[in-house]
């Protein structure tokens, strides 16, 4: 430590007073640099604090983050599952649809061969086809007007599997039931 009587003896007063004006001055300089690192530290701790706001909000902006990414993989997941299942019902569909599709082309075939042999039998065996498909009908007048519609729908020539015979047939066995009621 610094002994100021001795100091006071050693030195003149010029002396002395150059080193209180140096103390002075050391003493101003040492107050401003203690206001400098107050206001640093001041600043620090401010940033310290931006830093830590900034950093929770980080943390939750990332759990918030992470929550989303979790229920899209979850939606994602879920979607692809439905997906799958989609997919699995079309296959089967599609699979029914050629079963369906063959068993028409076959029964399509064996239609075309029994119309064929119809055909080569000739107009008498219309006739009786006629016949066997107004039975069941009795002497009721609408009962027979609606089945002789639904049967010229069917075999009207201008369907694709229609046959003039068998039109004519059934309008002719129509008319012959009519004028006998």
């Keep these: 430590m610094i002994d100021f009587e001795d100091i006071q003896e050693e030195n003149s007063e010029e002396e002395l007073k150059k080193l209180k ?49 979790l229920n899209e993989r979850k939606r994602l ?18 699979r029914s649809l050629e079963e369906d599709r063959r068993k028409f082309e076959k029964e399509k075939k064996a239609y075309l061969e029994r119309m064929n042999a119809q055909a080569s039998a000739g107009p008498a065996d219309a006739a009786k086809v006629a016949e066997f498909l107004f039975r069941n009908i009795g002497s009721n007048p609408l009962g027979m007007r ?36």
Excluded: W
Aim: hydrophobic share 35%; no cysteine; charged share 45%.
């Design 21 to 69: 004006i140096f103390l002075f001055q050391e003493n101003m300089r040492i107050a401003q640099e203690k206001k400098r690192l107050e206001e640093e530290r001041a600043r620090l701790v401010k940033l310290q604090d931006d830093f830590m706001k900034d950093r929770v909000i980080l943390r939750d902006e990332l759990d918030e983050l992470n929550r989303r990414t």
């Design 146 to 181: 609606k089945r002789y519609k639904d049967l010229l729908k069917v075999f009207h020539p201008d369907n694709l599997f229609g046959d003039l015979e068998l039109s004519q047939a059934l309008s002719k066995e129509y008319q012959r039931r009519r004028e006998g009621n």
């Design 77 to 94: 997941k879920e979607e692809n599952l439905f997906f799958d299942k989609k997919m699995a019902i079309l296959t089967e569909g599609f």
